[in-house]
């Protein structure tokens, strides 16, 4: 049908497709052209089927039906088809242009083929299934849409789809794909170029419960795309290291700016999103269940050859011998080189031991959040780790080489930056972690240095562990012979291998156990602004940690913990924000640094409260290695016999032992000077810390160059800041 209205133009090829029938728009004014498609656009969006009413379906019916199995070449009939009715056997199309293959409440039991790229419109509810290797396959791109539905059963063989095609796009319908099969790395759709949806549903199971490794969509080639905009996408994956959306080369990349996307990950070590490339994430909804747990093998070094260690002594292993040490492979919900996501909806449940969220995997890989809400829960406990006699008999032991965790990277120099966005992050199995970074992690964006206001507390992120410590029943890695990186097949009687320690639990190399924690860095962790909150509640629960320096410049921290709120390994720097942090059974903040800055406080206020004896409120190991030169600075412990180290600094401080009873639950008042001589009285609400008769008590108050007199108060006075009962 063509339309003639006084301008120049043709509606683009897909609302063609969309809309059911051929339309050119012959148009001659620009404004009218663009109504005119914009409203037939509308009409198919909508779901408004105008092919139904197009003149032409009865006065011209489509020039091909086809009824039964059979070899159709488009040069000699034409390039609409419409398959209706029951066929059993082969249908092969030859097309020599873009043709339109219809379902039309079609029943087929073999191979619907084109060759060349086509249209596959559905009409009512259609099915296909056969016992070769696929479904439908297209030599070409394969465009998929329409207002019915398709179910889709195969038995495709390794890398081969129930939907096999060098293109993949969804457009409209309802496509749901089985693939029946074992076999290992067959899949529900598999393109060798891209895989684009804008609209429609596609649902697609591989549910091998063997070690599989399935894919629900696979893209097998180089510098392809995933790109989803729109429509709804679901996948489940139940096999052995199976993956929904596989991305099997490096510069292969998922982008996801609209629609829904279902991933349901129930296989050991399987992946929702996996590959080497970046996923990025602008609109839109993912959810994802992760219930798989871990798979056991051979833990390889770089060179791709196996650990293996002998041990010597029966003290810790009831057996000597060589053993070959067995690593494990979480699942997933993504797994990717590079993540970014700017906004949507992230929703994970991870249930499976050690299962994860979210992972940036690429050696210097970047993980980037500038917005977005996320939702993740891990429940899952940390996993062993097997070492494998090499006479195939196997000792189990707690060695901690996986634990659950939200988000993370896991490349030795990969960075995390979190500049926006909501997060609320919960790992509840033993020794999870919420958000863990190789190396650096920063927060915020730099300038936020005042007290946000509830629009400004962006990025906003909530974190809570209930795990507690996973153990190693092994304790020492001395009590192994040696370590070393040959390969199975090289082993020799007696041969000793040494290399470095693999046990990488917890902290130094003598660790027992790995703590649950809030937010780890193995490098610098630097917050600028927003709002961190985090509570652990079971025993060896920390906060927020960076095994180098972690450094404070603005924005809202909150942490109540079990253990550390707070802990660096060399240096904390405090140049502002807001810090609260409180200590059920160890120092509120602590830092292991042995040089002069191992914590340093230039500015903010900073309330640090243990209840816990011996415990303090800040904790350094000798003089001189706290620095106070600003701020407002409040901190309680219920250590009486082991005093703060005298701090050194331009501010004056107050440290000595209070009453418990004079000052739990009520008001710190401190007064001073400042450098002018002006008087200076600040006030700061002390918890109901009831564990001790006697309380250490460290504290200061901004510009204070006189030893500060303090008293309790039942109340306080002056301008509340609005952050803990701070009042100056």
């Known amino acids: 049908m063509t339309i003639a209205v006084g301008c120049c133009g043709i509606i683009p090829s897909f609302l063609q497709y969309m809309g059911g029938y051929d339309v050119s728009l012959t148009c001659y004014n620009s404004t009218v052209r663009d109504i005119l498609s914009v409203a037939i656009l509308a009409c198919c969006v909508k779901g408004v089927s105008i092919a139904d009413s197009r003149p032409e379906r009865t006065a011209f019916p489509f020039k091909v039906s086809v009824t039964s199995a059979g070899e159709y070449n488009t040069t000699a009939v034409g390039t609409d088809f419409v398959l209706s009715g029951t066929i059993t056997g082969n249908v092969a ?112 199971t591989a549910a091998a419960t063997t070690d599989a490794k399935q894919n629900g969509i696979f893209l097998s080639k180089a510098k392809t795309a995933c790109t989803i905009t729109g429509g709804r996408l679901s996948v489940t994956v139940a096999g052995e290291k199976g993956v929904c959306v596989n991305l099997d080369k490096k510069t292969a990349a998922m982008t996801l700016s609209g629609g829904v996307v279902n991933l349901d990950v129930a296989g050991d070590g399987a992946k929702g999103i996996k590959g080497d490339g970046s996923f990025t994430m602008t609109d839109g909804i993912l959810n994802a269940a992760v219930s798989g747990g871990t798979v056991i093998e051979p833990y390889e070094d770089g060179d791709g050859s196996n650990y293996v260690v002998s041990v010597t002594s029966t003290s810790y292993l009831s057996k000597t011998g060589t053993y070959v040490v067995q690593d494990t492979t979480p699942a997933y919900a993504v797994k990717c080189g590079d993540i970014a996501v700017s906004g949507g909806t992230v929703r994970v449940s991870a249930t499976g031991t050690a299962s994860r969220g979210l992972c940036s995997d690429g050696a210097s890989g970047t993980f980037a959040i500038s917005g977005g809400q996320f939702d993740i829960t891990c429940d899952g406990d940390s996993s062993a780790t097997i070492l494998g006699m090499l006479d195939e008999t196997a000792l189990t032991t707690e060695l901690d080489k996986a634990t659950a965790s939200g988000l993370r990277t896991s490349g030795t120099n990969s960075t995390m930056t979190i500049t926006g966005g909501i997060l609320n992050i919960v790992a509840n199995g033993t020794g999870g972690k919420c958000i863990v970074c190789k190396n650096e992690l920063v927060v915020g964006t730099e300038g936020q240095d005042t007290l946000p206001t509830d629009s400004a507390f962006y990025p906003d992120i909530q974190t809570s562990t209930y795990g507690s410590q996973a153990y190693v029943a092994a304790a020492k890695q001395t009590s192994y012979k040696s370590i070393g990186t040959a390969k199975i097949a090289d082993l020799t009687s007696g041969t000793i291998y040494t290399a470095a320690s693999y046990i990488r639990s ?36 920390e906060g927020f940690e960076s095994k ?72 350094v190991d000798s003089p001189g290695k706290l620095q106070i030169n600003g701020g407002i600075v409040a901190a309680f412990g219920s250590n ?52 001790s008769t006697t309380l250490t008590l460290l504290c200061t108050t901004d510009g204070c160059v006189s030893t500060p007199g303090i008293t309790s108060a039942s109340s306080a006075s002056g301008t509340a800041i609005g952050f803990h009962g701070v009042y100056k």
Not at 127 to 133: K, R
């Open 93 to 204: 199309i030859k097309a020599s242009e873009t043709c339109r293959v219809t379902l039309s409440d079609a029943t087929l039991s073999g191979t619907v083929s084109v060759e060349g790229d086509s249209h596959l419109w559905l009409l009512g509810a259609n099915t296909v299934s056969t016992t070769n290797a696929s479904a439908i396959a297209v030599s070409g791109v394969l465009t998929v849409g329409g207002t019915g539905s398709l179910t889709a059963t195969a038995y495709p063989v390794s890398k081969t789809g129930v939907i096999n095609a060098d293109g993949f796009v969804l457009a409209g319908g309802s496509t749901s794909v089985t693939v029946a099969s074992t076999d290992k790395n067959a899949c529900g759709v598999y393109t060798s170029g891209d895989y684009t949806q804008f609209a429609g549903e596609l649902i697609v």
């Open 640 to 691: 009486a016999s082991n005093m703060l180290p005298t701090p050194t600094g331009s501010l004056s401080t107050y440290r000595g032992t209070v009453s418990s009873s004079s000052y739990a639950g009520k008001y710190l008042k401190m007064t001073g000077t400042d450098k002018s001589g002006s008087s200076i009285v600040t006030y700061v609400k002390v918890p109901a810390i009831s564990s």
């Open 548 to 619: 180098t320096v972690l450094t404070i410049n603005g924005g809202l921290f909150e942490a109540t913990c079990y253990d550390d709120c707070i802990n660096a390994k060399t240096s904390l720097v405090i140049n502002g924000g807001y810090l609260y942090c409180g200590s059920t059974n160890n120092d509120a903040i602590d830092s292991n640094g042995t040089g002069t800055d191992a914590i340093v406080i230039n500015g903010g206020v900073v309330l640090a409260f243990t209840a816990y004896s011996p415990e303090i409120g800040i904790d």
């Open 506 to 541: 917890g902290s130094g190399e003598n660790v027992d156990y790995t703590n649950p924690k809030c937010i780890k860095a193995e490098g610098a962790l630097t917050m600028h602004g927003g709002r961190i909150r985090g509570f652990s509640q079971a025993e060896g629960g």
